[in-house]
């Protein structure tokens, strides 16, 4: 698979390196990031890290100083783009949480987003075949941050053998029960909410979804968005019902920012490369 | 010294903020933000860090990763704003490498400039003042990247007492014989070149400035800047000549941006708390 380097940083004893490459699945030129541990641009273990909403591929490497938990190791990470971008689509550009940098990771089966928007099967195949072929890795992991932590627990719950850690920051983590959700799942996927409830990681869990491994979440109680449109406390409660080990953290006075996911990120990281 | 918080956000055992203040020095109200090792909001000792052409006081708190290093330590970072702001000045606006973002940390003496870019006595009076009236700081050093390299470098040389450290990243160490500086110093000084020497670190040392601790610069090798802009040799030679204690550590590989500021900032913060 045909990658092109658009640029690139020496970052510690490794790069932050801007890609892109044409997508066969969302039938357009797509952007990624990778934070590299190394010069040699391979590592044996691979965390995808999604965005969340307004995000694109830069958000992470420039802001979580991850670059400095990863160096000299055997893990890299790979930041995706959060949507298909040089479209116009219907309804894409009109509002900050729908369409572009948008995307809710979903597989879309609406009119337009149908062509495109096949983001789902991009991350878990096209990223991950990409990653295999260009970087070598073997075995991949998933995090990411309010969408892209929605993202992250719903792909990780939906293809628990492919990635064996997943852990999220401020994640929506029951779409079809708040607006941002809501509104997203009718423009992806209409109004049948049985085809929701498989992109929602609360429901997975309650219609037996599992992860072999703990998932992690890390939720700041200062989070101006954790009552409207997070509802943590949905995947608490399901998660204990069906016996999902699930380790959540409260941290009193954090925000949805960026300083809150650069104060935790080195824990996640972690965690991750223990499972690897 | 009254000061506004502007916003607020918890990072790491501290918290990242945004202030503004009405300055008597400028004659406008500036900006500045904070990184605190704690919530109690003071500490024993102060990093003033200054930022380069085009940034403000927010590119270092977002990009540097600096929280990390000082957390739960007995050090502060104050990131002042790299100019006067919501003037009108002749040529205030029209290039990014003059007036506003780019005030190279001097007192202007040009017509209008006089009246507010006065920002060598702003940094070490008025900045210095207020952290230590509000945040209880006794020590301070001081460092910065490019422009604020230059600042740091000049600031330091001039009041070595009150500057215990300087350090600085890419700096420009010899405005004089460059076109950055030397458009600069003809908008802010004028023509006379003995007034521009008073704020060129290689022209200080030569005519016998001296830092009692030993200066640290890291600089990139693959910085696009450092052949015509930042002559790091020529600060290196002085020193030399005038045994100025000087490290300069040339990182293979290395930009100008702040990758390379993140992945080297760990070194100098350690520097500075160890002369605290």
Redesign the interface.
């Known amino acids: 698979m045909k990658i092109d380097l658009i640029k690139e940083?020496?970052?510690?004893s490794g790069l932050?390196s801007f890609y892109s490459h044409e997508s066969a699945l969302t039938k357009t030129k797509m952007n990624f990031s990778v934070l590299f541990p190394n010069?040699i641009k391979e590592a044996k273990n691979c965390i995808i890290w999604l965005s969340g909403l307004t995000c694109n591929e830069e958000n992470f490497i420039?802001?979580a100083?991850a670059?400095?938990y990863i160096d000299q190791s055997d893990t890299l990470i790979i930041c995706p783009d959060t949507s298909p971008r040089g479209l116009d689509l219907k309804d894409e550009h009109e509002s900050w949480d729908f369409g572009s940098a948008a995307s809710f990771y979903i597989n879309a089966t609406t009119n337009g987003y149908v062509d495109h928007y096949q983001m789902e099967d991009y991350i878990v195949n096209e990223i991950v075949d990409l990653v295999k072929e260009n970087f070598n890795s073997l075995d991949f992991s998933i995090m990411g941050h309010s969408m892209g932590g929605h993202g992250a627990l719903t792909l990780g719950l939906k293809y628990p053998k492919l990635f064996k850690t997943v852990s999220a920051f401020s994640p929506i983590v029951n779409p079809m029960n708040c607006p941002w959700g809501q509104k997203a799942f009718s423009g992806y996927l209409g109004q049948d909410q049985a085809e929701w409830a498989k992109h929602d990681a609360t429901e997975l869990i309650r219609n037996g979804a599992r992860h072999q491994n703990k998932i992690l979440i890390d939720q700041?109680s200062?989070d101006n968005f954790l009552e409207k449109e997070l509802l943590t406390e949905n995947i608490v409660k399901i998660a204990k019902e069906k016996s999902q080990p699930l380790e959540v953290n409260y941290?009193?006075?954090?925000?949805h920012?960026?300083?809150?996911i650069?104060?935790f990120i080195e824990g996640h990281i972690k965690l991750h490369q223990t499972n690897f």
């Open positions: 940083h020496h970052s510690f932050s010069k420039t802001k100083g670059q400095a700041g200062s941290r009193e006075g954090f925000d920012s960026y300083y809150f650069a104060s």
